[in-house]
């Protein structure tokens, strides 16, 4: 990357209406590439987008340009296994789209796994979204499987797997 205007940072409680305000705008203008939808968060109390944040099972991580607010992406640890790590909710405004910065985001999670003490990481991508494939194959995610839901655009489509071993 040859913009080193660009900088990421792990959102903290006192950041929750950034994060709201991005998050808001990716389901707005990629309802497709999400698995869940603006209706249902814009309707979030203060607490929910709060707890998000306060949650030490996951974080969300803000991209910036300059002091613009550009990017989202997070991190989870799965419900049912600790050991485990999800990446979700990637956005980044499309001006700023193709310059690499996926990367910043796959680093940041990444790394905050490992300090977790996981010994894997997963993420998928709806059918398709090529973009998103081409980022994490070049982290070294391997695919696992397909499989067929109904994300909330109301389309029915695969959801592609893929796995990343840390240990």
């Not at 987008?49 to 607010?69: C, G, N, P, Q, V």
């Not at 090529?130 to 499987?145: D, L, V």
Request: proline content about 2%.
């Amino acid at each position: 990357m040859e913009n080193t205007a660009y900088t990421l940072q792990r959102l903290v409680p006192a950041q929750w209406e950034e994060y709201k305000s991005i998050r808001l705008e990716a389901l707005k203008t990629n309802p497709e590439m999400f698995g869940s939808n603006y209706a249902k968060e814009v309707a979030y109390s203060q607490n929910d987008w709060l707890s998000f944040l306060e949650s030490d099972s996951r974080a969300m991580f803000a991209l910036y340009h300059d002091k613009s607010l550009i990017g989202l992406s997070g991190v989870t640890l799965k419900k049912d296994d600790a050991t485990t790590a999800i990446l979700f909710a990637s956005f980044i405004k499309l001006s700023h789209r193709g310059k690499g910065l996926s990367k910043l985001f796959y680093e940041a999670r990444i790394d905050w796994a490992r300090q977790k003490k996981c010994g894997s990481v997963i993420v998928s991508h709806r059918a398709g979204n090529e973009f998103s494939k081409a980022a994490n194959q070049r982290f070294g995610f391997t695919y696992t499987h397909a499989e067929e839901v109904s994300w909330p655009d109301g389309v029915r489509a695969d959801e592609l797997m893929y796995k990343l071993e840390l240990s």
